[in-house]
């Protein structure tokens, strides 16, 4: 089989219409604009209305991608949406996608693993695409977080917010093999040994509920830089590539001091970060391709440039991918 480079054939995503501010949350948590934005960089974040799923949020941000791609629903042959907050225990949320965009019937599924999520799917979807099973993949990271938020803990609750990216992943021949387009390489790890450190605690086998938000935010930050640095690190080095050639870090949206440490050490310009977390949040496994759209749009990441992302999140699981957009 000849080669197939994995190219990124369209971005879209979703924010939900309510927007709350620090200042909104203030009202009801024991908590203020300053203390939220020194200790996150986040200044508002979007909420899903009590009647939208996360198969809606995802929804709006394919319909968007497609759209970009200038391809159809008919045109998919995988779904995968990274989400710790489906519609339903079962089926996935993946077949409601495919539902609601009218996709003929095809591969389907959801994968969880919190932050991380999308790095996973992303992956998955390349091998699927670059093996020939597939030559159109949508790839979704998609939260309704607000939905298992503890109001009592103020050191929480104030992080997280909704929404969705889209991928469309495409296989292409290549142009040209001294400058090989798409997904370059990945990286993917997980450590069980540090599950408590971030996690909801619920779950249909143990409590039948579906839990609240729990993290140990010291440790949760120190793996963070570690890990997340590192994973670039390792994704640069099977790519064969420096990381002086890098256009664009796209983070996860997590927290702008972790973002800034990972810079630090990275030996990468602030100036070559896209950050969304002031008006998004943490939007977990949506963070990434929504950052990625808001670059892609506002006219900062283009064609031909080399973009590296980066998250870890509930696992402790993390990850990383190496991309000539």
Not at 140 to 145: H, R
Not at 285 to 300: H, T, Y
Request: hydrophobic residues 40%; charged residues 20%.
């Amino acid at each position: 089989m000849a080669e197939i480079e994995t190219i990124i054939a369209g971005v879209g995503s979703h924010l939900p219409e309510n927007v709350v501010t620090n200042d909104d949350l203030a009202k009801r948590v024991d908590t203020s604009d300053e203390w939220i934005r020194s200790r996150s960089g986040i200044g508002q974040r979007h909420y899903a209305a009590d009647d939208e799923s996360t198969s809606d949020l995802a929804t709006k941000a394919a319909w968007n991608a497609l759209d970009q791609a200038g391809l159809k629903p008919r045109d998919i042959g995988l779904i995968i949406v990274a989400t710790v907050t489906p519609d339903r225990t079962f089926p996935s949320t993946a077949v409601y996608v495919q539902q609601k965009l009218g996709v003929p019937p095809g591969i389907a599924f959801d994968v969880s693993a919190a932050c991380a999520g999308f790095l996973y799917a992303m992956n998955i979807a390349h091998d699927f695409v670059r093996t020939g099973q597939t030559k159109h993949a949508l790839i979704i990271g998609a939260e309704k977080l607000s939905c298992f938020l503890d109001w009592d803990d103020r050191s929480t609750c104030v992080l997280f917010g909704d929404g969705a990216g889209a991928v469309v992943l495409s296989g292409e021949a290549p142009l040209t093999a001294r400058r090989p387009r798409g997904v370059l390489a990945t990286y993917l790890s997980a450590d069980g040994r540090l599950a408590d450190h971030l996690y909801a605690d619920g779950g249909p086998s143990t409590t039948a509920t579906v839990g609240k938000v729990r993290m140990n935010g010291k440790e949760v930050f120190r793996n963070a830089v570690e890990q997340i640095s590192n994973a670039v690190f390792e994704v640069t080095e099977r790519a064969k590539v420096n990381r002086s050639e890098i256009d664009w870090f796209v983070p996860h949206q997590a927290n702008i001091r972790i973002i800034q440490s990972c810079s630090k050490k990275l030996d990468l310009d602030e100036s070559n970060i896209i950050m969304t977390i002031d008006k998004h949040a943490n939007t977990s496994s949506a963070s990434i391709p929504l950052a990625l759209d808001v670059a892609i749009r506002d006219g900062r990441v283009k064609r031909g440039e080399l973009l590296v992302f980066a998250a870890l999140g509930g696992g402790l699981a993390w990850g990383s991918a190496l991309v000539r957009y």
